[in-house]
């Protein structure tokens, strides 16, 4: 029966072996607690930034994020065959509000803000001769009560009934005079009418039938941001262009008591109610939006059909849409934030290895006098273990300190490897070194035994470089198969960074790939020395001799390679990462808007559209405009299959100017709208489809309301307009030749002056600036929080190669400056000997400083794709690939020019040594 004993640990070795080693102890702490520091507060912020993305997509989505309830109106027919005025029409809007919210569940309902209920009249013509206006009626409860927001009556009162309370529930024939509402008005809008109290405001509908509209009092807002008022600004004064150019809108507020007058003067179809929920942003994350996306589509799926004609809720929103948009980004984000720290954790575990090697090397002497003078190797083990676990237990607790302060909390599974390897690392090294110095096995004198012995040493090699190959391999496989993207989980906890059970792998292709190339290089090396070293033999230079021969000798040491190679491909990959990037999103901000400037005009000022792109034309600074009709969803069919496309009508000619003048691909296929090629009886058009149901010879047919239906001829690939998957473009001269009107909504402008000229179209339309969304986008929480990672990556990554660079020359340095010095003793001087050790040390820095770039540049040409940047960048297509050389030209300058400082340091250090001591001790 075998016995365990318990290791015996001479305590005065432990506490004084680390004095006598304080600098690569201390070293290994440093190391350990920066990385643990990046480690442990990266993924917390990475979360932090994902909460914060969800909020910034729900807050920019606007009123698409909004979730809106219309329910058509009950009847109102009496016993006459008249309609019956209901003096509790307040209270039933009301209910509706109160039953909208009961049926969104708690879940939903706790993301939501108190709901609004509206109910609205349409646009009503002012008769009053002056400059176009436009009027309506609005009813606005969001009190819990039932009341509106708060206002002040600064004239008269409120609006009032029309009739008499005993007389509230008579019956009104169809087709009679127009029924009296009465309404308030804003005092900005009773300043722009000249009316007050008692006055009648002169409308009529869309039909020229006139409406009886009295102004009962003027008010003022209590808090004019209150969101009530933001769903109806003009009840709070004139808003310019809602109608169209060259339009103002006013409004009157309707009160309870007159809401039921408002039902008899306009008919059903006239007077729309609606009950709005704003979604809160800051109450949102990532880990609820899932959960909240699933209850809005099972909401929507529950929803009333918009053709039945009754009183039920039909729900209407992109809630979901913009947390699923959402969602898809961060996941994206937190993969891509994935690869860095797996490609960190790995040249951290390679430094902490070399540091350990370092340190075993300074020990080695004293480990194999302990080994021989008695002291077991399980001895020896536990003591290192102790003094390495310690040193990296006080290193992770400074670290995690630090993560304290500036993270909103700790994440120890990236972490966990770091801290293994700083334990272990030493410990091992150090027992092997004590075991290979006090073996008993002697060298073979058979010439085949020693074969063996190497080639079973080259085999172990080989099979430890085969797996790293073979892991690299399954690594980009599942990258490339699967993307980085996590799986869409079930669960409401979205994933963080490697932990959704799939992206682990294809996260750390990146870093194996670097970590192969680096075994390849290192294969490489020697050859490349011995070569060198040939060369030197046959020529007259002795330095040249003697650097050669001392980088053949010390060329064959993997690790200091190994953290080299890999620390700056993976820091070239970053870069080139973060340039692309930040191209990428120059490219979606271009793409997004179309020129340096866009100008959505709202349907009702379509009619002016071509004179207030002439007005743009004539502005100073702007170079090209293009005028352009859009229709989203247009009703196309393919094979008898329907799609809802955009539609894009313009003049392909002036488009393609207008492209050539911008970085925009797509204007020589624009002149193929000018080619006769299409069938006869059909207009050509250019085609972009995401799911590649448009193609070029397909045969289409634009189906109109108003008309035939127009066949479509594809004619060639379109390019890319707007943030749409499916684009069709048309010649505007040729489908109104086929007898389609073409009426202009959306502006185009390109130049220097095209932001200015189009903030200053005094239209009430969407504008949207090139220039404004980059700056967007760039400051977005997901964009900004990257490219600050990647930032940092890249300092982490030359950080730890230049230490690497350092660990490795300290290990071979007393062999060195052995060597060194005695060749001094044959007249070489000080000079000459730094070039030689320059020369022995430059041989895996040049490698280095020109495979590393070369290696990090092709692993970004081989993830760029699955990466999937182009999320986070609003591309269409993944992201072109973009080499900031003099980036990484700077890295290889940085390395070589560490040597030369090394080398300095080390002849600072070692000048002093006498040659006596060298020659005596046998080191330097």
């Known amino acids: 029966m075998i016995r365990l004993r318990r290791p015996a640990v001479h305590w005065p070795t432990v506490r004084s072996r680390p004095r006598a080693d304080a600098g690569p102890l201390l070293l290994t702490g440093i190391v350990v607690a920066v990385v643990v520091l990046f480690a442990g507060a990266v993924p917390p912020l990475i979360r932090a930034t994902a909460d914060d993305a969800v909020q910034d997509a729900v807050h920019r989505a606007g009123d698409d ?327 990296t237990l006080l290193a992770a607790v400074a670290g995690l300190g630090l993560v304290v302060a500036v993270a909103p909390g700790i994440s120890w599974r990236w972490a966990a490897p770091v801290l293994l390897a700083a334990a272990v690392a030493a410990p091992m090294l150090g027992t092997l070194t004590a075991a290979r110095a006090t073996r008993d096995r002697r060298v073979p004198a058979n010439r085949g035994a020693r074969r063996w012995i190497r080639r079973t040493g080259q085999l172990r090699r080989a099979t430890l470089e085969v797996a790293v190959l073979v892991a690299a391999v399954a690594a980009f496989t599942a990258l490339h198969q699967r993307g980085i993207l996590p799986a869409v989980s079930a669960a409401p906890t979205g994933p963080g960074p490697g932990e959704d059970g799939g992206v682990a792998l294809p996260a750390s292709a990146p870093a194996l790939g670097a970590l192969t190339g680096a075994l ?76 340096d400037a866009r100008l959505d005009v709202s349907p009702a000022g379509a009619a002016s559209t071509a004179a207030l792109a002439q007005r743009i034309a004539a502005a100073p600074g702007v170079r090209q405009v293009v005028a352009a009709q859009v229709i989203d969803g247009a009703r196309l069919a393919v094979d008898s299959t329907l799609v809802a496309p955009r539609l894009v009508i313009v003049d392909a000619a002036a488009l393609a100017r207008l492209r050539a003048a911008t970085p925009l691909p797509g204007g020589p296929e624009l002149d193929r709208l000018a080619v006769t090629g299409a069938a006869p009886g059909s207009v050509p058009a250019l085609v972009r489809s995401a799911d590649g149901r448009l193609r070029s010879g397909t045969r289409m047919e634009l189906r109109r309301e108003d008309g035939p239906s127009l066949q479509l001829a594809v004619v060639g690939a379109a390019p890319a307009v707007g943030d749409a998957d499916d684009v069709v473009i048309v010649d505007a001269a040729a489908i109104a030749a086929a007898g389609v009107p073409v009426v202009p909504n959306t502006v185009w402008a390109a130049g220097p002056g095209a932001g200015r000229a189009v903030a200053d179209s005094a239209v009430a339309a969407d504008v949207v600036v090139r220039e404004d969304v980059l700056a967007q986008r760039r400051t977005a929480p997901l964009s900004a929080g990257l490219l600050r990672l990647w930032a940092a990556s890249i300092v982490m990554f030359l950080a730890m190669g230049l230490l690497g660079l350092a660990l490795g020359a300290a290990a071979g340095a007393p062999e060195r400056w052995q060597t060194l010095t005695r060749l001094r003793t044959l007249g070489v001087r000080p000079t000459e000997a730094r070039r030689i050790a320059v020369g022995e040390l430059l041989p895996p820095v040049v490698v280095a400083a020109v495979g590393g770039p070369l290696l990090g540049v092709v692993l970004a040409g081989l993830t760029i794709g699955p990466l999937a940047l182009r999320l986070l960048t609003l591309q269409v297509a993944d992201s072109t690939l973009v080499l900031p050389w003099w980036e990484v030209g700077l890295l290889s300058v940085a390395l070589l020019v560490a040597v030369v400082v090394v080398v300095q340091v080390e002849f600072a250090v070692r000048r002093h040594r006498r040659l006596g001591e060298v020659l005596r001790a046998g080191e330097g």
């Open 65 to 391: 994020a909004a979730v809106r309830v219309h329910a058509q109106w009950e009847p109102d027919t009496g016993p006459g065959g008249g309609r019956v005025r209901d003096p509790y029409l307040a209270e039933a809007v009301d209910d509706l509000r109160g039953m909208a919210r009961d049926e969104l569940g708690s879940e939903l309902r706790s993301v939501l803000r108190p709901p609004v209920a509206t109910v609205s009249s349409s646009v009503l013509k002012i008769t009053d001769g002056s400059v176009q206006r436009t009027f309506q009626l609005n009813y606005l409860g969001s009190d819990p009560a039932g009341g509106g927001p708060g206002l002040t009556w600064i004239a008269g009162g409120a609006p009032r009934p029309a009739v008499p309370e005993v007389e509230s529930r008579i019956e009104v024939p169809y087709g009679g005079p127009p029924w009296p509402v009465q309404v308030g008005l804003s005092k900005a809008d009773a300043d722009a009418l000249g009316v007050g109290p008692g006055d009648r405001i002169p409308v009529v509908d869309q039909r020229k039938r006139e409406k009886h509209i009295l102004v009962s009092g003027v008010f003022q807002p209590t808090d004019s941001d209150d969101p009530a008022w933001q769903l109806a600004p003009w009840l709070l004064g004139p808003v310019s262009g809602v109608d169209g150019v060259g339009s103002t809108r006013l409004a009157g507020l309707l009160s309870a008591e007159s809401l039921p007058d408002a039902r008899l003067a306009f008919p059903d179809e006239e007077l729309e109610r609606v009950v709005w929920f704003d979604p809160d942003p800051e109450i949102l994350t990532r880990d609820s939006a899932e959960a909240v996306a699933a209850t809005v589509v099972a909401l929507k799926t529950l929803s009333a059909s918009s053709g039945v004609r009754d009183s039920s809720l039909r729900w209407e929103t992109r809630f979901d849409a913009v947390l699923r948009q959402a969602r898809i980004q961060v996941g994206a984000a937190t993969a891509q934030a994935s690869v860095l720290l797996v490609g960190i954790l790995t040249v951290a575990v390679l430094v902490l290895v070399l540091a350990a090697d370092l340190l075993v090397r300074r020990r080695s002497l004293a480990l194999t006098a302990a080994r021989q003078r008695g002291a077991a190797l399980p001895d020896l083990a536990s003591e290192l273990l102790i003094e390495s676990t310690l040193v």
């Open 520 to 595: 390849v290089l290192l294969r490489l090396l020697p050859l490349g020395t011995r070569l060198a070293l040939r060369h030197s033999l046959r020529s007259r230079r002795p330095l040249a001799v003697f650097g050669a021969a001392r980088a053949a000798v010390t060329s064959a040491r993997v690790l200091p390679l190994l953290v080299l190679v890999t620390s700056v491909a993976l820091a070239s990959f970053a870069l080139t990462l973060r340039a692309t990037a930040v191209e990428g999103l120059a490219e979606g901000a271009w793409r997004t808007v179309g020129a």
